[in-house]
Structures are given as C-alpha cells and as structure tokens.
C-alpha cells in the first residue's frame, strides 16, 4: 500500500474532495452539536409518531377540523412540505439541463431535503383521510371486495399520482447519484461493518468506463424527466384547489403562482440547512458564498413573482365583476384573518427585497434570518389560501372561525423533528456532497481543457 | 494468458494505473491501437472522450426510456377510460364519463414514472448492477478508484502478460501489476445456496395459501382486521333482546297513540271516505265521485301546478305524456323491470271520474306506488283538477276557448 500516498499535483486535489466529505461520516464522533439536535429532534418525532397513533384510534375529531372549514392545518402543513422538496429537484435537475456547474456542490444536499420533505408532506393526507388502514383503497387496483374503480377525473386523485412519482422518481434520482459516492465511502471503510454496508448500497460499482457512460446518460434521462415532473407536481397541487369552485380557490393563475412559491421556499430551506451544516462540518471551501449568493437570487425572483402574483388576484378579482371573488379577497386582506395575511405579506414580499443588498447576500446569518422569515410567510401562505376561503363558504350560515387544537400545533412541530431527525442522520451517514461530481467539473490543474 | 485452473487461479487481466484523466484517455487509445481488444478504463468520474478512445458504442437505454414512457402514457390513458367508463362507470356532476383534460395529469404523472423507472433500472440492468464480489475490488490499489486513481485493465486472453505489460508502460502507467482471482472465493458459498433455497421454499407457503383458498367456500364468517360499520352494537328489525320483558326488539305501538302523519282529521273523511279499493268491471263497480268535493279556485289550479310539476312529472313529463325524466333515464338503461307511465291523455285516462284519479294517487295503480303518506288530500284534489286541465289542454278546439278569448288566441298564433 505504499503507493497510496504518491500521486500527482492533479490527483491531490481529487483527494482533497474525497477527504474533506469522507471525513464527515468517517471521525469517530460527530461534533456535540449534532448529538444536541439530534436528542431534539428525534423526541419531537417520536411526539409526532405518539400523535398519530392517537389520531387513529381517537380519529380525526382530535385536530381543529369542522365546519365549514374541514380542510386546515393538514393540508396546509401538506402543501408547506411538498413546497419545500421543489428547490432539491430545481437543483438537481433543471440546473443540471442547464449546465450550472456551481450545484454540484449543493445539489446531494438538496435532493436529500426534496425526499425528506416529501415524506413529511405524505403523512399529513395519509392521516387525513380518516380511515388510515384503507388508504390502499387510493391505488387503482382490481378488486373483487370493492368492485370499483377512483375516480381518475378527481383533482384529489391527480394529487396522489403527482406525489407518489415525485417522491418514487426524486428517490431515485438521489440514490442512483449516491452510487459512486457510496462506493467510494465503501472503499475507504476501515470496519468490517461499514464496509458491508456501504458495499450493499454501492451495489458493486467500479468506476469503468463503460458503466459511466450508461450512468451519466440514465442520469441525464432522469433530470430531463424530473424537471416537467418537478413543474407538474405543484401544479397538481394547486390544482387540488383551483379546479374547485370556492372564491379564492377557482384561479387560473394558481399553477404557475404555486410552483413559484414552491421554488422560493425550497431555497430558503435549503440555505436554512446549508449555512449551519457548512460549518458545522467543515464545508466553506466546497459550498461557498458564491453558491449561496446564487441561491439568494433565486430566493429574490421568486418571492418577487409571488408578491406579483398577490397582486394579480387582487386585480383579477376586481376585474371579473363577481362579487363573491372580491369578497373573498377583500375578506383576506381585512377579515378575520387579516394578521395572517399581512404576516404573509410581510414575510414573502417585503423580506426577500433585501437580497437586492450585496451584505444580505452575502453574510450567512442575514441571510438565514431572512430565509426563516420566507418559510414563516410560505406556511402563512398555505393558511391564508386554504383557512380563509373555507370559512367564508356560500352559505353565511355556516360561517366560522378556525381555530387549530394542541394536536394541530404539536403535529406540524413533530414534522420538523423528523425532518431534522432524517437530516441529520443523513450528514452523519451519508456523503453529502456528490464528490464524483465535484471532481468532473474540476479545474484538474492543467492549463489546457 | 491461460487460465492456471490447477491452482485454481484465474487471471482478470493487467492492471495499470496513471496520474490523471488526460494520461488515461491518451493511454487508452495508444493501447486500442495496438491492438488489445479488451480494455477497460476505471476512474472516479466520469471522463469525456474516453468512451471514443475506448470505442464504446452509444447505449439503447434512450430507446428503453422512450419506450417505457410511451407505453406508460398509453396503459395509463387506456386504463383510466376503461375503469371509468367501461367496468365502472358512474357520473359525477353531469361530467362526462371520459375527456382528454381531465385524465391528462394521471397519464403525464404514470408516464414520467415509467420512463423513470426504466432509467433507473435499466442502468443498472444495462451495467450488470448489483454485482457484489467483484476480483478488482479485492485489489488494495484498484481501491482508489473512487478516489482519485485513474486504471486501465487490459485481458485479452491470448496475448502474453509480457506484451500487456510493454505496451501499457509505453502509454505511461506509474504502476503495474496482475490481478488474479482464486476461482475459490468467486463461487457462493455452499450454506449460503442452501440456505437461501429453504428460504423460497417458505416463502412459498403464505402464496400457496392463498392460492388453494381461493375459489372455495367456507362456513366461518371473514376475518376482519377492521370491523368498521360492519358489525354494529345496535338492534336490528326482528331480533330478539333481554332488554324488553317481552324478549323483543321491536316494539309494539303504545296503545293510545296516533304515529306521526298517522292522524285522520275530521276534515279529511269528505274526501278519503270514498271507496278506495275494488276493480271496475268486478262484481261491485266502483261508483266513483265526479265533482270535486270542495269549491274549485284560481289558486287551487296553481297549487295542483306547483305539485304535479313536483310530485308527478319526474315520471309523467311535464305535460303528462308519460315521459318524464326518469321514465327517459330508465329507458335508456334499458330496465327491463321499469313500466312506462301510462300518458294521462290516455282515452281510458281521460274518461276517469275525478274521484278515480285521487284514488289512483291516493293508493296507486298496479305499478305505481301510493302517493297517500306524501300528499295531503288537499293537494291531492288541486293535483287531480290541474290532470284534468292539462288534459283538456291537449285535446282542446276553438271552442273549448271562452268566445271572449278567441280573438287573443288567434292573434298569438
């Protein structure tokens, strides 16, 4: 083995990757800080498991659901998660379709957050339909006990459908990328265990030529399909609202308005993660201010195209001549639920302005501080869209005022324990940087191309 | 090279290594161009131009991807009109039953599903993924492949060691060497085969289960994980109970008691005491009333209106001809068990007493069922006289027509 230390000036750098990401899953011990948040994090996940075992037993009765408003903090947490899983895909595919190099070394990351978040997001329908055992009864299969088929015209139906092949193809977008890097985890474990293990995951991979050149096609063929996917999911989304006939909910500008919104509070959970874990694990060379600033201009269009589309529906509204529209919104604006409203507004539109500032650009924590503001303002988003429209329905008769219960609150907490509680085992176990990708956008130090 | 099976020694082939991506590429075309066959790079990412120095022909997983797309779109769209449609098809506000824009988003979805699947599965497919137990990784220096090791493994089996070994010097590796496999440790282990074959055999058995169940009858009810509202703690019609004295269920009227709707004002016996049963041309023919038992008003044929509009047309239409909308609804499905309503201009219809027409709503007629629990007697009576206008109506001449009004009626035609 006393080869392994020689190399040229060029296979130093490759190493230089390798060891800077390695070295994360491979020290003994993470810092004290990933033992804090974990202890944390995994307690509010097991809250979240103890809730829903109790929702089931006592059923859905235990959230703030009623009339008129049977649709609240479920969907709204659904559509918050779902939301957040978009900026992975963005990254991973569309501007790879694009050819922006800079998100190699953000793009694993990103994708993880995608899965996590849409397994967060899932939960929250699966437990809402009530009867949780039958919720087998949403997959069109023959059967002879029920002898009948879902109902394919049913926006409620598209929604499963988009979900379940976003979170199937991000899946598998994510591992067939973890592939070489699993290998490469494999072939420095020092144990007998990690070496098995990884070995598993890396499914026998050797780096040969031939084997990368189906793989870097298989991959491209994924982003190519992932990003219409990634468009096409939020869409859906919106669509569960929008093809109804509730004021507030039957727009035509509610497809492209929730993918933006979708992108916008990705990223922000995406720097809301990275600023932290680049720290804490020693990542500033490889994820660095520039990819952070870049992100911020994505965080700064589309909260522009958000605000703008706020003010389209006003505008719309007027514009249609129907009175129940303009209530709807007038209803929004200064209602009841005002605050929650203007936290939106706030939040989404006025905040993200700050990026036009270089220093907001560039400072970690003023940017983390700006991103924990979009993602309040995305959620209050999703309440205000959903809340508002239900309790005011056609019949003033049946008018209410929502309000949550301690299950609603402790739910959507729990949520983020086991997203964090799944991200952090994935810093722990993973590689988190794709370095195979790293390595082949490298400059490989010489002077021709 | 030959195989050295006597010590149970395979070779793979001659390993060599270079310092970077540009010496392996030049490497590997030096080496192809002398004529070595089998040659294979390795590297920790993928290199662009190697695939030409090595001459690796462009992969058919594009055509398995457009293919697993296309045929995903097409089984999703034909399957969502079959199910919806065909084996079970029921309408939802007034929808049609199939329309391109609404099963597009289930088509996109299982379309892009596919494709990706096939993307995925068909690389591995493709690399002859998993493979676990390959020679090379067994190699302590073929390990920094994914790291930052750049190889090429020549073996061509015909071609002696020595020559493998000039020629990849000649390209520039910094090291070479043989990489052998002991035939040994590239087989499965015995336990392991035995093991893994009892194990299918009991994996077997829930499936066969299952299988010689299926089709067979049996006396016990159905195992439920979930009772839901099948079984319910109530009591149902006809069953007995310890909670009455009387071991009953069902209970009996409390004497004394008139039930709901259950209530014969005195009022009301002017016009129900009329003979309510009996068949015309029986023994006993019915002498049916023929004035209407209470004085005839504008708004009672406004009433009579309103009702039959309500009570009567969904099966006699609008005008009485017998084809209200669930008379057309029950046509087209084609019931065999549905009677059309007979048209109320009928000559039969038309010759009726009043008092026979109440009575035809008052108890029904042969199919039609008894209208008595759901209309006053009141309404009733409005219902028969607005039967008895609509049928003047069709069969009216010009001088059923007040002579004052005939004028109007001229000028309107």
Redesign the interface.
Known sequence: MATIASGSHEQDLYRDVTERVCKITERPKPPRAWYIAIVFSSSLTVMLFGLIGYLIVKGVGVWGNNAPVFWAWPIVNFVFWVGIGHAGTLISAILFLFRQDWRTSINRFAEAMTIFAVMCAGIFPGIHIGRVWFVYWLAPYPSQHLAMWPNFRSPLLWDVFAVSTYASVSAMFWYMGMIPDLATLRDRATTKTRQFLYGLGALGWTGSAREWSRYEKAYMLLAALATPLVLSVHTIVSFDFAVSQLPGWHTTIFPPYFVAGAVFSGFAMVITLMVPARRFFGLKDLVTIKHLENMTKIILATGTMVGFAYGIEFFIAWYSGVRYEQFAFINRAFGPYAWAYWIMVSCNVISPQLFWFKKFRTTPWLMVVVCIFVNIGMWFERFVITVTSLSRDFLPSSWGYFKPTAVDVLMFIGSFGMFFTLFLLFCRYLPIVAMSEVKAVMDDGHDHH | MSDETKKEIRVVGVLA?F????TLVKA?SEVRSKGFKDV????????HG??GA?G?R??I??WL?LIA?LGGGVLAMA??WW??TV??P?I?SG?PMF?LP??I??T???M??S???V??T???A??R??????P??RN??F???????FFLLVSDDEVAEEKIRQALEEAGA??IEVVTESVEESKIPVPLVYGAVILACFALIPPLMIASARGTTSQKPRLH??F?MDFQPKLKTQTPSNLFADGRAMRPRIKGTVRRGGLVKDTDTGYTSIPAVGTPGGDSVQEWKVEFPMEVTDSMMDRGRQRFNIQCAVCHGKAGYGNGLATIRALELQQGTWIQPTSLHADHVRQQPVGQIFNSITNGVRKMPAYKDQITPEDRWAIVLYVKALQLSQNATLEDVPADMRETLKASE
């Open positions: 290594q310092s970077g991506k540009q590997a294979e790079a390795y590297s920790p990412f993928p290199i190697i695939d090595l690796i462009p992969t997983l594009p991807v797309g399957g969502q199910t919806n084996d079970y029921y939802i929808k329309s609404a099963n988003p289930v996109f979805e299982v892009i599903l494709a990706a699947s993307a995925f068909g690389m591995l493709l690399n993924l998993p493979r676990f137990g390959q090379l990784l302590n220096r390990l920094r492949v994914t790291d930052d090791g910094t090291d994980t979930w839901d």
